[in-house]
């Protein structure tokens, strides 16, 4: 009898074999150490360049933050409400009020407008304040004004342009004004932010308030003026009505004595 023995199969080694970490070989490893030698090394060759432009950077940074000269702002914040007529027409009842933006901002141009900043500027004689006081520039200063005068005449805003009525001193006192005025609607809201920038806190809230101020002055002026031209209106009218009125009644007395009516009462006449 043949007796036959089953040996179970045993996988070779090759299939056993662990695998290996996947570690850096040491000739990528030096290569990195050489790169990164190789940076130091341009580091330290170049360092005096590289601490003399961090000092130069450092000292130009220093003398620019103390010899530049402080600006202050001042806000004021007003109020401009909307005169309702007194007559309202039945289909405004029932439309919307497309009149109501366009008041607002012919406010916020009033605000910034050359004419009010006039006024401003001869009620507080701004004209002899530091502030605009002219200084002397350097050639380079010069130059860069000249440059920055030729581009800003392409993009020079309404409130930018002169009065034919003002000089020349007063075209720069303005302008220079202006430059430093920033109006800024709240939204949803009827308040209005007054901005003025300069270098003296104390100027800029004055200016702010005496702008505020002028601001409702020159209103009440208006108003004032409008009233004054309806009264006017009204005083012609109510005398044109009076000539017509005694007109009329002298013509009723001469067509009563020409037909012998004698008037009794308003409501009564005898004919003789």
Known sequence: MNYSKQVPAVPSEEYYQPSQPAYASPSSQESKEVELRDYWKVILKRKWTIISFTFIVLIATGVMTFTMSPIYRSTATIQINKENPQVVDFKEIFSVNTMELDYYQTQYRILESRT??????HSLNLSEHPEFLPKPQTAYQEWKGKIWAFFSGFFSSSKKEASPSETKKEILLINQFLSRLK????????????????NYPELSAQVANTLA???????LEIRFITTEKAKEWLTGQLQDLKGKVERADEDLQMFGSKHDIISL????????
């Open 213 to 219: 101020t002028t601001y409702m002055q020159q209103n």
């Open 116 to 121: 009010l900043a006039k006024r401003v500027i």
């Open 265 to 272: 009462d308003e409501k009564e006449n005898v004919t003789m």
């Open 183 to 198: 109006i800024e609607p709240i939204r949803n809201s009827m308040l209005v932010k007054i901005h003025f920038d300069s």
